[in-house]
C-alpha cells in the first residue's frame, strides 16, 4: 500500500503506534509494535546491571540491556549505557524519575526520556509526516526528507466554528449555532450536534481548522455532548475522540512576551489546528507542512509548539542519527571567565545609531539570514567551540579568541546550513515560479523564525544543544563582519548613517551601482548580502522622551513607491483601529513626496488627515468597533498592584465567570479613563452593544501621540499638534 503519512501518535492503551496513511480519497490506520526505551549512563558497569536486574525485579522494566552509545556530544567515544524497555509507554517518566531519585539526581545520567515517541518511531524508520511511502515490505518513504520540490497529497479542510448563546463563552451554555465550512447547523442541541458529526462524516476532511480550539472550541463541544448524552457517539476525528487532555495549559516568557498555550485537542485520523497558533498564523498550511517535513514532528504536533521547538526537535534528529542518546535535564554550566572577559563576551550585536530626521535617496541592504549563516560558515556548536582536541586551532573568534575545532564538523552547523539553503531556494522560486508564489513565500517567511530562533537557543540555558560561548561567539563575527561591511562601503564612497545586527542604511553620495557593492562585500565576507532597495526618502525618528535616534523605528518610501513602516502604531497588534486608520490616511498624503522638501510640503496636508480623525472621534461618529484595544495579559488579576484598563477588563470577565491567565488577549473599550469603577472604565468586546460611549478624550490623546510618532522630527509634540486640533 502506498500513500501519505498523515499522522503518527502512541496508542497508550495498547502500547503500540497509530500510523495514519492518506491514500487518494480514503485514509487508513496501521498499527506498528513499537518498544521505546532510554537510556542510563553510570561510572560503574557492576552498578548499571544491578540496576537492571532490580528494575527487572519490581516491574518497572519489561527488560534491560547493556548497549553502547553516543552520550556526550563533546565526543565521539561511546560508553556502557543502560538501555531500559518500561512495560507501558505511560510508564517512561515514572520509572524515569524513580532512577533519577535512587541516585540522588546526580549518580545517573538519563537518556532519551523526554524524546517525542513519535518522532523516535519516525527516525528509526527513516520515515517522515507527509512523505510519500510504501508499507510494505517495510515502511519506506520516496523522495527526500530536505527535498525543496516535493509532491504533497491533496488535504480535504474545513472551518469550524462555533457560536454559544450568550455574550460570553461559557460551558454551561447552550450551543445557539455550528458553521462547518458552507453548512450552518442551527436549532435544538441535540441536533445539532449530531449534524455536526453527520456533516463531518459526509465531508471527510483530513484537516479541522478552528479559532481557538484548543482553549474553548473543543472543549467545549465535548461537554455540550455529554450534556446531551451524546458523548458515546459524538465524534470529529475518524476514530473515537478522547475528550481528555493529559497537560494543563501553562503561560511562560517568550522572546520577552509572555504567551498563553491551552492544553492540546488533538484528533484522531484527522487533523485540528488552532488557527491561533503562532506557526499557524505565521506561516499557514503550506509551511506547517514544509516544517513538519523537517522535524520529524507529525503535522498535528507542530501546529501547536514554538519554531524554537521544532528547530530544537532538528537537532534532536541530527544527533540521534549520529548515534547519541538525548540527555535528560541538561545542566551546562557557563565556562569561568574573569570579569575582563566576561565584560568583553558579554555583548550583543552591532549598533549604529540613526541620525534623526528625513534623508533621500538612502540605500538599505542586509545579509540574508546572518547568524544562521556564520554558525555554518565558522562551524559554531557546542562541541566545536573551545574544543579539547584543537586547542592551537587557526581558527578563532574576532576579540574572544575562543578557538575552534577544525577536525569535525559540528552538529549545529550541519542542521543550520540546510535550512539556510532552503530559504534561498524559496526566495529564488517565488519568483521563477509564479504558480506556486503563496507556498513559498509561506515557506521561506517561516523558517525565518526557525533560523532566528536557532540563534536565540544558543544562549538558552535549557536548550538541548544550548551553550553560552556560542551565543557570544555568533555576536562577536557579527559585530566584525558589519564593522568590515562599513570600511569597505566607506571604500565605495558610501557614508553609514544607520546600522542594526545585519543591516546597514548608506548614503550613496553619487554611487550607483549598488548591486555590484552588495556582490563585492559577499565575496570579500563570504555571507550574501542583499540590496533591499533605495528610498526616495527616508525618517529616522528619535526615542520616546530624547533626541537620539531611536534604533527600529523609522519609515520610507521605496524607488517603487512601496512604503516600509518599523516601530510605530501601524506596526503594533494592540492598536485600535482609528489610530491605524489616522496613520493610514497620514502616510497616504506624505506618500505622494518624492523627495525630502516635497515631503515637508505635504506635511500640513497629513496633519489635516489628523485633524479629520480627530474631529470624528471629538463628534463620536466612529463605530465602537473601531475603537477596541487589545492587550495581552502579563500576569494573573491578583498579581497587579496598580488599577488600569486591563485590570478592569479582567474583573469585568471575573463577574461573568471568566478568568484570563497571563499571555492571553484582552479586547475592550475605554469608556471613562479616570474612573476606578472597573465597570464604568472599560467595556469588553463581548459586552459591546448601542449604549456604549468611549472616553472621546482618551483616543483623541492616541491620536496625538500617533500623529508625533509621525512627524515628531519635523518638531510636532503633542502638544504642539493638540493645539492645531479643532476645538
Known sequence: MRGWILDVYPDHDTNTMALWLKTGARCRKLVYDYEPCFYVHHPSLWELRALGRSLERTELAKRTDIVEKRIDIQSTRRADVLAVYPPAYSGINECAHIIDS???????????????????????????????????????????????????????????????????????????????????????????????????????????????GDSFTLPYLYYRATVNGLAEEFRLGREKDDARTTKKARSYFSYGSIVYKPPARKLKGRLHIDRSSFIQEEGGLHALIDLARM????????????????????????????????????????????????????????????????????????????????????????????????????????????????????????????????????????????????????RSDLLKWVLVTCFGYTGYKNARFGRIECHESINAYARDIMIRSMNIAEDFGYDVLHGIIDSL????????????????????????????????????????????????????????????????????????????????????????????????ALIPDAIDELKRHYAMVRRRECPV????????????????????????????????????????????????????????????????????????????DLLLRSGESILAPFGYTEERLKREMPV
Not at 349 to 364: A, K, M, R, Y
Open 102 to 212: 535512587r541516585g540522588g539526581y546526580y549518580d545517573y545520567r538519563l537518556f532519551n526520556v523526554d524524546v517525542r515517541l513519535s518522532q523516535q518511531f519516525l527516525i528509526e524508520r527513516n520515515v517522515f509526516p507527509l512523505a510519500l511511502a510504501d508499507t510494505s515490505p517495510r515502511l519506506k518513504a520516496h523522495g527526500g526528507q530536505f527535498r525543496v520540490n516535493y509532491r504533497v497529497p491533496n488535504l480535504r479542510t474545513v472551518d469550524l466554528r462555533v457560536k454559544c448563546s450568550g455574550r460570553f463563552p461559557s460551558n454551561h451554555l447552550p450551543i445557539a449555532g455550528i458553521t462547518v465550512g458552507d453548512a450552518v447547523l442551527e436549532g435544538a442541541e441535540e441536533d445539532i450536534l449530531a449534524g455536526l458529526c453527520s456533516t463531518i462524516r459526509e465531508a471527510n476532511p483530513d484537516i479541522i481548522f478552528t479559532e481557538n
Open 295 to 442: 522535524s520529524n514532528l507529525p503535522l498535528q504536533t507542530l501546529a501547536r509548539l514554538s519554531p524554537g521547538t521544532a528547530i530544537s526537535a532538528m537537532q534532536v534528529q541530527q544527533a540521534i542519527r549520529d548515534g547519541y542518546v538525548i540527555q535528560w535535564k541538561k545542566n551546562r554550566p557557563e565556562d569561568f571567565k574573569t570579569a575582563d572577559m566576561l565584560l568583553l563576551a558579554d555583548r550583543g550585536g552591532f549598533i549604529f545609531d540613526p541620525v534623526v530626521g528625513i534623508h533621500d535617496g538612502i540605500v538599505e541592504v542586509d545579509f540574508i539570514s546572518l547568524y544562521p549563516n556564520i554558525m555554518h560558515a565558522f562551524n559554531i556548536s557546542p562541541e566545536t567551540i573551545l574544543c579539547d582536541c584543537c586547542p592551537d586551532s587557526r581558527l578563532r573568534v574576532p576579540e574572544l579568541l575562543y578557538n575552534t575545532c577544525e577536525k569535525r564538523v559540528g552538529l549545529i552547523p550541519r542542521v543550520v546550513k540546510p535550512l539556510v539553503q532552503r530559504r534561498l531556494a524559496f526566495k529564488h522560486m517565488i519568483h521563477t515560479r509564479p504558480e506556486m508564489k503563496e507556498a513559498f513565500e509561506q
Open 505 to 600: 542604511w548608506l548614503t550613496p553620495n553619487g554611487y550607483k551601482d549598488h548591486g555590484f557593492f552588495c556582490r563585492y562585500v559577499s565575496r570579500a565576507i563570504g555571507i550574501p548580502l542583499e540590496l533591499q532597495g533605495v528610498f526616495k526618502w527616508l525618517v529616522f525618528l528619535p526615542n520616546k522622551g530624547s533626541d537620539t535616534g531611536a534604533l527600529n523605528r523609522y519609515y520610507g518610501l521605496f524607488e517603487n513607491d512601496r512604503l516600509k513602516v518599523r516601530g510605530i502604531e501601524l506596526r503594533k497588534h494592540d492598536t485600535p483601529v482609528i489610530v491605524r486608520k489616522a496613520q493610514e490616511a497620514m502616510f497616504d498624503v506624505l506618500t505622494r513626496a518624492d523627495n525630502s522638501e516635497e515631503f515637508k
Open 625 to 700: 468597533e473601531d475603537m477596541i484595544v487589545s492587550k495581552r495579559v502579563s500576569r494573573t488579576l491578583e498579581e497587579y498592584s496598580v488599577f488600569n484598563d486591563q485590570v478592569a477588563a479582567m474583573l469585568q470577565l471575573k463577574k461573568q465567570g471568566m478568568a484570563i491567565q497571563p499571555g492571553q488577549k484582552l479586547r475592550f473599550v475605554i469608556c471613562d479613563s479616570t474612573t476606578k469603577d472597573p465597570g464604568r472604565r472599560v467595556r469588553v468586546a463581548e459586552m459591546l452593544d448601542g449604549d456604549v460611549n468611549y472616553d472621546a478624550g482618551k483616543y483623541c
